[in-house]
């Protein structure tokens, strides 16, 4: 079968929408974009299996963690 990305699809929208959010810092933000990125390579191949979908949910943690990091400017 092939892998589900519906979550890795829901968080990554949830995280392009806090990547425009100015109220965070720079630093926070490089991280959010970089696995942001890289979950949109994911999101883009139509080849992944279920044996790719650790690849999946690791990039789906990736982003949660760098949503629950966003360091806000003091």
Known sequence: GSADL????EV???GR???KNTDYTEESIGKL???LDK???LLGRD???EN???DVDGA???IEDAMENLGRFL
């Open 6 to 9: 519906t979550k890795l699809q």
């Open 12 to 14: 990554y929208e949830q």
């Open 17 to 19: 929408e806090k990547e």
């Open 33 to 35: 974009k970089a696995v």
């Open 39 to 41: 979950a949109e390579q």
């Open 47 to 49: 080849d992944l299996t």
């Open 52 to 54: 790719d979908q650790p």
């Open 60 to 62: 789906q943690k990736q």
